[in-house]
């Protein structure tokens, strides 16, 4: 691929002409990209042009989020994000993506912040299904905003939240390639998920149908495992007796008996103790889990 550009400089034209060879790096100490490019005159001396990209995810997102049931039988999932000590930009941006087949809306919109669902189609994977909020002014590091909230039928799932800075900026050299010119290379940069920082959470997705008890077990089972490998429990033992008790439940649900239910039960009791402890599993996991097997013994 080949660029020129015309540069008139006091009634001159100087001509260069870019050729484009390994254009984008990242500079590990900085975290920019560089677009390096070979520009060349026509006296034939050739100089390097490196364009400066400053991408909007120097922030440290952390995501907290919380489930409660609604008079309705919904959920409100309420989520509070905090731009991180080690952030070096305002965070201004914070998406939520959850699972298509399920009913959203927002609850209460975040004071001086913005929110909407928007519907727009993105390469990467279709039409967005997602939630953003956007705060004009920018969390500094270590602020927070605590009322993202939105209610839907969905039940709690492991999902994905994507949060950006202000704005990536540009450091154009003297005599570099214009914006119009380097058009296909600013999308990559600009566009999702590139410009985004990316974390776990959870949020609303449809039940499977049809529903099949040992499959729902088995999903259960697995949100169970990476809320450990993710830091939402604290401790292995306290992995190993929930784990015992799903197990035990398993044999009780293929034979159809009452049994299950009172095993589930005891599942959901001891969540609820650990929940009342206070660090042993996170937000997170209790809702993940309680609700999804509060759901199981409703069905059994």
């Known amino acids: 691929m080949k660029y020129v ?75 509070r994000v905090t731009n991180g000590a080690n952030a070096q930009q ?8 959850f699972g298509s087949r399920v009913s959203v809306e927002s609850r209460t919109p975040v004071t001086s912040w913005d929110n909407a669902r928007p519907k727009k189609f993105l390469p990467e994977i279709g039409f967005a299904n997602r939630w953003v909020w956007r705060g004009h002014q920018g969390l500094e590091p270590t602020w927070f905003i605590d009322s993202c909230m939105i209610v839907s039928d969905g039940l709690p799932s492991l999902t994905e ?4 800075a202000k704005r990536g900026s540009w450091a ?17 940069l600009q566009i999702y998920p590139n410009a985004n920082v990316l974390r776990r959470t959870i949020g609303p997705k449809a039940i499977s149908t049809p529903f099949t008890p040992l499959v729902f077990l088995d999903t259960l089972i697995s949100y169970k495992h990476q809320a450990f ?72």
């Open 161 to 164: 939240s994507y949060s950006q």
């Open 229 to 300: 490998e993710m830091g939402w429990i604290r401790e292995e033992g306290i992995v190993t007796s929930l784990d015992a008790k799903l197990e035990a439940a398993r044999p009780q649900i293929i034979n159809g008996r009452p049994s299950a239910k009172q095993i589930l039960e005891s599942f959901v009791n001891e969540l609820e103790a650990l929940n009342t402890q206070g660090n042993q599993i996170t937000s997170e996991a209790y809702a993940l889990l309680k609700f999804n097997a509060e759901y199981l013994i409703s069905k059994l």
């Open 172 to 188: 154009w050299p003297a005599g570099g390639p214009s914006q119009s010119d380097l058009r296909a290379q600013l999308l990559r």
């Open 5 to 79: 550009l015309i540069l008139l400089m006091a009634g001159v034209g100087l001509e260069y002409s870019f050729s484009q060879t390994d254009t984008l790096y990242v500079d590990p100490l900085s975290g920019n990209f560089l677009i390096r490019y070979i520009g060349t005159t026509k006296g034939g001396e050739d100089t390097l042009i490196t364009l400066i990209y400053e991408p909007p995810t120097k922030i440290d997102p952390i995501i907290n989020a919380s489930v409660a049931p609604t008079s309705d039988g919904r959920y409100l999932y309420s989520y």
């Open 90 to 97: 305002k965070l201004n941006q914070f998406s939520l993506h």
